[in-house]
């Protein structure tokens, strides 16, 4: 791609497309489109009336940068910035786990079973997401989000300042950082990848997000062994913990539960995918 030809929109998406296509970005045309949204300032209908308008010279060196980095696999929301979740827009980095549709689940069953809150924990909060949606859903709750890692906490309290909602950040692995405390609801989505599959995953996660965002052990369930049967020490009396978790590790986890006394009404919930991604129990 040359900046002393003339390209028009049209021809940069068809020509985007075949070239990340090739490089093996699934989506290629939508993520043509997205980028060139990000060099021109116009939304996807902009796009489509401006079809056989010439790009201006700084829009496409902007734009032919955004699509090498896309053809080496760096994921598109590091390259925007940004990733919508429920709703909501989210900074991301290499810092954080960029957030997944999957993870709506969480959000989902945690309105449906316990709405009304006064006291949330969400462990590992990475950039936010979870915490902060909650935060917005459920404004009469104080949130407490966690997380080892600074950079990550760093991400968050950005997205919280810009989405407007008050949360407690707090630094520190699992429960250390909340000593004494109790919550009427513990959410988590912790590392679920068991360390030898890390390698088989795509190139935008295995290269671009977090490993410790990632590896859950040699079973993907090192956290979970840990994180169930100390937050029932956590958790206030009929308070809920709901925890994502990977594809396949259901009963596993439905185990930990059922060999940890004092958890009462287990579920599961699928996502969109009909994978089950959320698993929990509630403090008798």
Known sequence: MSVEESWTTLKLIDWTREYLAGKGVKNARREAEWLLCAATGLD???LYLNFEKPLLPD?????????????KREPLQHILGTQEFYGLEFEVSTDVLIPRHDTETLIEKALQLKPDPQSILDIGTGSGCVAITLAQKMPDAKVTAVDI????LSVAKRNALRLGVEIEFLQGSLFEAVSGRTFDLIVSNPPYIPTSEIETLEPEVREYDPRIALDGGLDGLRIYAKLVPEAFYYL????????????GQAPELKSIFSQTAGYGRMFEATDTSGIIRVVGAQRL
């Open 59 to 71: 829009e496409l060196t902007a734009y032919r940068e955004m699509v090498i980095r896309r053809s």
């Open 236 to 247: 206030n009396r009929e308070g809920w913990l709901l925890l994502e978790i990977g594809a």
């Open 149 to 152: 890692s600074e950079p990550a």
């Open 44 to 46: 996807r209908v902009g």
